[in-house]
Structure formats: structure tokens, C-alpha cells
């Protein structure tokens, strides 16, 4: 088993080793270590990376021995090594998993909600919590508890305890390790089972900030960040909320309201837009249906667009049929042609015939029902043809 230098001092950057065993690990070159600072996967806390000699250290992970493998860039030779961790990762996740304990400490405070998992992402990170009907109010509560424990900068320490201690300790989760258990402890706040890296007093942390919450697998799912990321989250927030106000033109403090008006502006527009649409394809319809052409004692109209969605095309069919006209065919002529078929309730036949009959000489696929149908997938230039097709499937219904 690699003894493991991070749990006596998280703080440790650099360090000497000996390398005891060359490996391969998804087919890279791996090293076993007789010592390491180097921390892996464990505990939703993702591994350490860094230098081993002149080699890039790319994943860290531990066998089913307890011996931890190093996953290199390349091999390095048996015998004494120095490795160096990346300091700005191994500190990001400190304070990310320090600040999980202390948060995970103050949702059982403030809402009675254990946790249930943990997983420290690159961007942000997340812990499930046994909370069936989260609040923002619980959650407010959660994060104001937190950093409060952060602001007093409370030692925070590893202790080393055997099995049947943990009880007198009041640990806020058992653990199913047996020999020595690694305890963290947030003096007078949270003490917990765990093999990962911390800070070494709360203010350290600097800052946790929760970014939301929603229901997940019958409990909540927070998201937060810590430390740096805090600081990242807030300029980024910051920079858009500017933005915004700029789009506006008003302050940070009046945007809610300004977008809010803006939003309702909008609706009605969207609203009247939509009335204006309605009355054109109104007249258009009543338009096309007076200017029909009576074929065989029954009234066509035949119409080929240079562009319209298919929806368009359908809309337009039917009123054109509501309004006294007995047969629409209507194209839009694109790359790929589509038609709508539409018949009034004085016409014989059957536009989903139509559209099957005129696929089958003219190409296309489509369907519908007897009194309205379409085709797509039609080359532009057989467009003409195929209308003719789905014209005479009518004109010998008569």
C-alpha cells in the first residue's frame, strides 16, 4: 500500500519518492509509488495532476490492493523520483470539498436534509440531499449557516480515530472502513469520515455560493462553488447583469423591472403579430378561393410558392376550401418540394389517394387524411408534374 502523504499535510507540493513498480493503465505507462502527495479519485473528489521527474502525471487511481497508480505521459525509470503537484487544481478542490463538508453540515442544521452524494466537477459541484420539498427559504438559510462557519475561520483538522470512536465523536455520516478512520473536523461544527484533501481553517474557503437547486431522483440536487470559482461565478454574473443594463439602458438594480416591461411589450407584439398574420392569410385565402378556376365543374386552386413552411401551406389550403373553393393544390417550390392537398365536402375523392398516387409516379413521400393530406422530399423540378398527377386523381372521380 503507497503511503499517503496529503493525509498529514494537505499543503504538501513537492516531495521525493521511489518508484517500486512500472505498469500500463489503459495503455499508458503507470508507476507505483513507495509514498505519494499525490491524491486519487476518491469520494467525489477528482484526482491530483502534476509532475513525476520530467514526466506529465495525467490520472491518479487507487488498485484493489490499496497501492496507487500514477498515469504518466511517459515512462520513467525505476528508483528515486520528485514529484511536484499542480498547487492551483489541489487547492481549487480543497476548497471546493472543504466547503461541501461545511455545507453538507449546515443543510442538516437548517433543513434536516442529510447528504447523499458529492461530486466536485471542473466548472461547479453538486451534492444530493435527502429533501423531498426543497425551499428557497431552507436553501437561504443553508447558504447564510455556511458562510457564517466560513467568515469565523474555525480550524478545520484531521483526526485519526479507531471504529468504535467515531459514536462519542458525533460524526454526521458512519463509514464501512475498518482500522484507523480519518475524521475531519470543522471545529465545533462538522466532523465527518473522510480521506480527501482541506483546507486548514475556514476562511481558506473564502466563499461558498449556491447557484441553485431542483428536485432530482426524489430529493434536491444543490450546485455550488467555493473559493476561486465563487470569485469566477460573480464576474461572470456581474459581467452579464452589466450587459444586460446596457442593452436596457438602466441600472443593475432596476433590470428585473426594465426586462419585465420589456417582456410584456413583446407578448403584446407577439400577440398583435399574430392577429395581423390571421387577417392577412385571411384575405389571401378568400383571395385565391374567388380567383379559382373551375375545372370539370368544380373550383381549383392551384398555387405554387417560391417559399413557405409546410404549416403555412396547410392553413392556407383549408381556408381556401372554407370559402367555397372545392379543390386546393398548393406547392412550395424549394430544393425540396413539399404540397399540401386540401377538399371541400362537395368534391369526390380522397387527397391521401391523391398524394399516394402522384408519390408513386412522381416521387416523394407524404399521407394524410381524405380531406387533407401532404407530400414532401419532391424534387423542384418535378413539382409541376406532380400536381398534375394529384389534379387528375380528382378529375376522374367525376
Wanted: charged share 25%; aromatic share 6%; hydrophobic share 40%.
Amino acid at each position: 500500500m503507497t503511503h499517503r502523504l496529503f493525509h498529514a499535510d494537505s499543503f504538501l507540493e513537492e516531495f521525493s519518492a521511489t518508484v517500486l513498480q512500472e505498469r500500463r493503465v489503459g495503455g499508458r505507462p503507470a508507476v507505483v509509488l513507495d509514498r505519494t502527495a499525490f491524491y486519487a479519485t476518491s469520494g467525489g473528489q477528482p484526482f491530483d495532476t502534476g509532475r513525476l521527474g520530467d514526466a506529465s502525471v495525467l490520472d491518479v487511481r487507487e488498485d484493489e490492493t490499496g497501492a496507487i497508480e500514477h498515469v504518466l505521459d511517459r515512462s520513467i525509470s525505476p528508483g528515486p523520483v520528485t514529484g511536484r503537484i499542480d498547487w492551483r487544481r489541489r487547492f481549487d478542490h480543497m476548497q471546493q470539498h472543504s466547503g461541501q463538508h461545511i455545507l453538507s453540515q449546515a443543510f442538516i442544521q437548517a433543513a434536516s436534509a442529510p447528504t447523499v452524494s458529492f461530486h466536485l466537477g471542473e466548472e461547479t459541484s453538486t451534492i444530493d440531499l435527502e429533501l423531498g420539498s426543497p425551499s428557497a427559504e431552507a436553501v437561504r438559510q443553508a447558504e447564510e449557516l455556511a458562510s457564517r462557519v466560513v467568515f469565523e475561520d474555525r480550524p478545520v483538522r484531521a483526526l485519526n480515530v479507531r471504529p468504535e470512536e467515531l459514536a462519542s465523536l458525533g460524526v454526521r455520516k458512519a463509514t464501512e472502513r475498518q482500522g484507523e478512520i480519518r475524521v475531519i473536523e470543522v471545529e465545533g461544527f462538522d466532523r465527518s469520515p473522510c480521506g480527501g484533501t482541506h483546507v486548514r481553517r475556514t476562511g481558506e474557503i473564502g466563499l461558498i455560493a449556491l447557484l441553485g437547486f431542483e428536485r432530482y431522483k426524489g430529493g434536491t440536487r444543490v450546485e455550488f462553488v467555493c473559493g476561486g470559482r465563487a470569485l469566477e461565478a460573480l464576474r461572470r454574473h456581474r459581467d452579464a447583469c452589466r450587459q444586460l443594463a446596457r442593452l436596457y439602458s438602466t441600472s443593475l438594480n432596476d433590470l428585473p423591472r426594465a426586462a419585465d416591461k420589456v417582456l410584456r411589450e413583446r407578448a403584446s407584439l407577439l400577440k398583435d403579430n399574430l392577429r395581423l398574420k390571421e387577417e392577412l392569410l385571411e384575405a389571401e385565402a378568400q383571395a385565391l378561393a374567388s380567383s379559382g378556376s373551375v375545372v370539370s365543374g368544380f373550383v381549383l386552386v392551384r398555387r405554387v410558392f417560391e417559399s413557405r413552411d409546410l404549416d403555412s401551406l396547410k392553413l392556407l389550403a383549408q381556408k381556401i376550401v372554407q370559402r367555397g373553393a372545392d379543390l386546393a393544390l398548393l406547392g412550395s417550390a424549394q430544393a425540396s418540394a413539399q404540397t399540401v392537398l386540401a377538399r371541400g365536402p362537395r368534391l369526390a375523392g380522397d387527397c391521401a389517394a391523391a398524394v399516394r398516387e402522384a408519390c408513386a409516379r412522381c416521387g416523394g413521400k407524404g399521407g394524410g387524411r381524405p380531406e387533407l393530406a401532404q407530400a414532401g422530399g419532391l424534387a423542384a423540378e418535378a413539382l409541376q408534374t406532380w400536381l398534375d398527377a394529384a389534379e387528375g386523381h380528382f378529375r376522374k372521380m367525376l
